[in-house]
C-alpha cells in the first residue's frame, strides 16, 4: 500500500503524508523524512496511550495532544531502522516500560472533541483494516513552509500519491457512530400521532431533530427545514420559514414522512448574524449582499446531517418539499434518490424583495404569483 496525503482544506491549510503504522517500513520512514521534512509522529487513540503508561508533555497551549517522544532498544534511536522499529513496537502495543525516552518517535494523542491530522490518521487506520496507529509527517515545500497547496498538490502527482480531505474522514467518522439517541409521541395541533427523535451527533455537535408520522410508505415525504426563530415561532413576513413549516406539517400528517428540523439559523450563520443582516437589508442591501458583508457566504447551510438521519431511517428514496434545489442537490451527492415537490410560502410587501433574491441569485424555484421577475 502506498502512503497518503492527508489534507486539512479548513482549518491548518496543510498536507501531511500518512501510512497505516502496521505497514510502516524503512522504505516508507526513509521517504517520509527526506521527502515531507516536517515532524515524524506516531498517532494513535490518548486514551490507549494512557493506560500504556504514556504520558503527556506539559503545554502552555499548544494545539497538538503531544506525547513523550520515544525509542526502542539499545541505539540511539535516531537512524531510520531504529524509527522504524519504535513505530513497529508501539503499534504491537507495548506499554512504556519498553521504550527509552525522551527519544525520536514524537507520540500524539486523538481525543474526543477534536478533529486534526491526529484523530483522522488514527481513525483512517483503523478504516483501512489495522490497528488504529498512523505515521505522519507535515510536507513543507521548498522554502520550508507547511501552508502550501500548490506545492503538495504537484508532490502528490510526482509520486502518484492520493489526496484525502481529512473533512471527508470526519464525514466518514460522524456516519460510523450517528443514531437515535431518544425518541417519544409528539402529539400536535395538527396530529396526535407524531413521533420525535433525536440523534447521536457528533459530526457538528448540534441538536437536531426529526419529527415522523408513520407509516412513511416507499417514497415518504420529507421537509428539510432549516431553524428560523423569527419565522418558525414570532411568525414574521420578513420570510416564508414559518409558513413552509406549516405546510410542511400539514402535508406529513396526511401522507406520512419526515420533518428533519436543522439547528441552522439564519442560513448558518446564527441568530444574532441573522438580525445583523436584517439591519443590513433595512439599509437597502438584499440578504445575499447582507450576509458577504458580515463575513459569510450567501448560505451557509450543510445538509450532511439530514442525510445521515434518513439513512437512520432506511430511507433512499424522497419527495422532498422545498423550493431550494441546493438542498436535492447535496442530497442527491450522498446516494439519495430526491423528487422535487414545490412548496412556497406567501408573498407579502415585507418578504417580496428577499424571495425574488432567492429566485434571481441562489437558484430558489419560487413561484411568485402577479411578479416581474
Not at 506539559?58 to 539499545?74: A, E, L, Q
Not at 514524537?106 to 472533541?113: P, R, S, T
Not at 415522523?212 to 423569527?230: N, Q, W
Amino acid at each position: 500500500m502506498k502512503p497518503f496525503i492527508l489534507i486539512d482544506s479548513e482549518r491548518e491549510k496543510e498536507g501531511d503524508l500518512f501510512v497505516p503504522a502496521q505497514i510502516c517500513n524503512e522504505e516508507v520512514v526513509n521517504f517520509f523524512l527526506e521527502k515531507g521534512k516536517g515532524l515524524l509522529c506516531l498517532a494513535t487513540y490518548e486514551k490507549g496511550l494512557l493506560e500504556r503508561g504514556f504520558f503527556k508533555l506539559p503545554s502552555n497551549g499548544s494545539k497538538t495532544n503531544f506525547f513523550i517522544p520515544v525509542d526502542y532498544g539499545t541505539g540511539t534511536g535516531i537512524s531510520v531502522f531504529e524509527r522504524t522499529q519504535t513505530i513497529k513496537k508501539i503499534s504491537e502495543g507495548l506499554d512504556v516500560s519498553c521504550f527509552t525516552y525522551p527519544g525520536h518517535v514524537f507520540l500524539l494523542g486523538a481525543k474526543d472533541g477534536r478533529w486534526g491530522h491526529t484523530e483522522a490518521a488514527t481513525y483512517f487506520s483503523e478504516k483501512l483494516g489495522f490497528s488504529p496507529h498512523g505515521v505522519i509527517i507535515e510536507i513543507l515545500n521548498n522554502e520550508g513552509s507547511s501552508h502550501d497547496f500548490e506545492y503538495i498538490l504537484e508532490f502528490s502527482k510526482k509520486y502518484s500519491l492520493e489526496v484525502v480531505d481529512i473533512r471527508d474522514l470526519y464525514k466518514e467518522y460522524s456516519k460510523d457512530i450517528f443514531g437515535v439517541e431518544t425518541k417519544a409521541k409528539l402529539p400536535t395541533k395538527f396530529d396526535e400521532n407524531f413521533e420525535i427523535y433525536t440523534f447521536k451527533n457528533v459530526y457538528d455537535g448540534k441538536e437536531h431533530v426529526a419529527v415522523v408520522k408513520k407509516p412513511l410508505g416507499s417514497v415518504p415525504f420529507v421537509r428539510i427545514h432549516s431553524e428560523c426563530a423569527t419565522g418558525d415561532i414570532f411568525h414574521s413576513l420578513r420570510c416564508d420559514c414559518g409558513e413552509q413549516l406549516e405546510k410542511s406539517i400539514k402535508i406529513i400528517s396526511k401522507q406520512g414522512g419526515i420533518l428533519i428540523y436543522l439547528r441552522q439559523e439564519g442560513r448558518g450563520i446564527g441568530l444574532n448574524n441573522k438580525i445583523k443582516a436584517y439591519d443590513l437589508q433595512e439599509k437597502g442591501y438584499d440578504t445575499v449582499e447582507a450576509n458577504l458583508m458580515l463575513g459569510f457566504k450567501e448560505d451557509e447551510r450543510d445538509y450532511y446531517v439530514a442525510y445521515l438521519i434518513l439513512k437512520t431511517f432506511g430511507v433512499k428514496k424522497i419527495r422532498l418539499l422545498t423550493n431550494n434545489p441546493k438542498k436535492s442537490e447535496e442530497l442527491k451527492k450522498y446516494g439519495l434518490e430526491v423528487i422535487d415537490i414545490p412548496l412556497n410560502g406567501n408573498l407579502n410587501k415585507y418578504n417580496k424583495k428577499y424571495l425574488k433574491t432567492k429566485v434571481l441569485k441562489m437558484g430558489h424555484k419560487i413561484s411568485l404569483k402577479g411578479e416581474k421577475i
